[in-house]
């Protein structure tokens, strides 16, 4: 990444004046002036590996071994909260709206499947949504006939800055690009000035287990509970094994200080991303399930006054699509990285069952094929499938949008429990009930779409 373009003149008055305007916490103009003044000084956010250590997987508890807390987990049930992160637009998906109400399994949401488990346990959910989601959650939870309906607050935002001149960005075509969503790491703040957090301790609760809304292998662990209850640790953070797919994304590491840091991919220096993606170097990857004791969270921000994360600055379009629109920086942080703010924090290796995200519509075949098990409030692998769900690689053309993906499974998913990968490649449309088997490539090399018929089953590699 560039450094910033440095012009020499101060703008921050004017984005504090910005922030007032918009009715923004004093804390979170507090916490963007001092993102602000790093990226005057010249700070990028770039964490360098010369200042960072490796993690030994000694260093990790493995979640394997905690079935014994599990009482302690139950009883603390009724302290503790799931705090849902419900920010993200589909947009990557080809959707407008929140990513939480796509369609997953039988009609049901990620929303429906979140509010059906927790409400099977009388867990209390809240929602932390954006300014893009906020309206179509509330609208979709009016209309759901629910009546323990989650309790909702919301996410900050803050003012892009213009790349060159480092001034409060602005476009007339649409005022709403002016801000960006200050990333998850938000949350910690955004707890507090709602007076979330507040309303929460008032209620005897105490331990908040934070996941992203598309991850559907994040439950409310019990195990996981008593071991974080009984060891009163202040901050978990729940880290897999790195597997080639996974080098990308943000990897535990400790700082030469000794604490534990997460650094994500955007803070590495261009010089050392090979560093970063080697899975042998680095073993372990933030899941974005996190643990969090709500009493200690509350001291730290009213101690230092602003929760002021490792920042992440990064460049974009102001319009994303329009590639001739100003460039701008977005400072973003990542929850994950308050895991440097707690002396006492850990991690903990959990299988990957707890970790199957929908970022793309391949992940999103997996998951309402009939190899993942939504049934009951109960949610999983099916037992042919031992740990994995088959991966899948789909051509973007045709697959990459929810619209056109759907248009080409009319009749639902293929049977995939026996398919250890799948790669389609051209237009190809599928008929009812499809199994494919094995490692299979589905190929179309022509102009036109191609149909696979009822009752087929296809393994190896297959031209059309």
């Given at each position: 990444m560039n450094k910033p373009c440095?012009?020499?003149?101060?703008?921050?008055?004017?984005?504090?004046?910005?922030?007032?305007?918009?009715?923004?916490?004093?804390?979170?103009?507090?916490?963007?002036?001092?993102?602000?003044?790093n990226v005057l000084s010249g700070e990028t956010g770039l964490i360098s590996d010369k200042d960072i250590l490796p993690v030994k997987s000694s260093e990790v508890q493995n979640s394997n071994t905690l079935s014994s807390y599990e009482k302690t987990g139950t009883r603390a049930l009724t302290k503790a909260v799931m705090l849902v992160?419900?920010?993200?637009?589909?947009?990557?998906?080809?959707?407008?709206?929140?990513?939480?109400l796509i369609e997953v399994k039988k009609?049901?949401?990620?929303?429906?499947?979140?509010?059906?488990?927790?409400?099977?346990?009388n867990i209390q959910l809240v929602l932390m949504n954006s300014f893009n989601t906020h309206h179509d959650t509330q609208l979709f939870l009016s209309k759901s006939g629910c009546?323990?309906?989650?309790?909702?607050?919301?996410?900050?935002?803050?003012?892009?800055?213009?790349?060159?001149?480092?001034?409060?960005?602005?476009?007339?075509?649409?005022?709403?690009?002016?801000?960006?969503?200050?990333?998850?790491?938000?949350?910690?703040?955004?707890?507090?000035?709602?007076?979330?957090?507040?309303?929460?301790?008032?209620?005897?609760?105490?331990?908040?287990f934070i996941r992203n809304s598309d991850n559907l292998g994040a439950t409310m662990d019990t195990s996981l509970l008593g071991y974080f209850v009984k060891h009163e640790i202040p901050f978990?953070?729940?880290?897999?094994?790195?597997?080639?797919?996974?080098?990308?994304?943000?990897?535990?590491?400790r700082h030469n200080q000794g604490h534990l840091m997460l650094r994500e991919i955007a803070q590495c220096p261009e010089q050392e991303r090979d560093a970063f993606v080697d899975i042998g170097r680095y073993g372990f990857f933030n899941t974005n399930n996190l643990w969090i004791n709500l009493k200690r969270l509350k001291e730290i921000i009213e101690n230092k006054k602003m929760l002021l994360l490792p920042m992440i600055l990064n460049p974009k379009h102001i319009d994303s699509r329009d590639d001739t629109s100003p460039m701008v920086y977005q400072v973003e942080s990542a929850m994950g990285a308050a895991i440097s703010f707690f002396k006492d924090a850990v991690a903990v290796?959990?299988?990957?069952?707890?970790?199957?995200?929908?970022?793309?519509?391949?992940?999103?075949?997996?998951?309402?094929?009939?190899?993942?098990?939504?049934?009951?409030?109960?949610?999983?692998?099916?037992?042919g499938k031992n740990t994995e769900l088959p991966r899948i690689d789909l051509d973007m053309k045709y697959y990459g949008k929810i619209d056109s993906f759907d248009k080409r499974f009319p009749n639902g998913i293929p049977d995939l429990i026996h398919c250890e990968t799948l790669k389609i490649e051209g237009d190809v449309r599928f008929g009812k009930n499809v199994t494919i088997r094995g490692k299979a490539v589905i190929k179309n090399t022509q102009q036109y779409q191609a149909f696979i018929e009822d009752g087929k089953c296809i393994e190896g590699n297959i031209l059309l």
């Open positions: 440095h012009s020499g003149h101060h703008h921050l008055p004017a984005f504090m004046e910005k922030m007032k305007n918009e009715g923004l916490p004093g804390l979170i103009i507090d916490t963007f002036a001092g993102y602000y003044n992160l419900n920010g993200g637009l589909g947009t990557s998906m080809g959707l407008k709206g929140p990513k939480s009609e049901k949401t990620f929303l429906d499947i979140i509010m059906e488990r927790t409400g099977a346990k009546t323990n309906l989650p309790m909702m607050f919301l996410q900050h935002k803050f003012p892009k800055i213009f790349k060159t001149g480092l001034s409060p960005a602005l476009w007339q075509k649409n005022p709403d690009l002016e801000w960006n969503p200050p990333g998850h790491g938000d949350i910690y703040a955004a707890l507090y000035t709602s007076g979330m957090i507040e309303a929460l301790l008032d209620k005897g609760i105490e331990f908040a978990m953070m729940e880290v897999a094994a790195r597997t080639p797919a996974d080098s990308k994304g943000g990897h535990l590491c290796q959990v299988p990957r069952s707890r970790f199957f995200p929908v970022k793309k519509c391949a992940d999103l075949m997996a998951v309402r094929s009939n190899c993942f098990i939504v049934s009951n409030g109960q949610v999983g692998i099916h037992e």
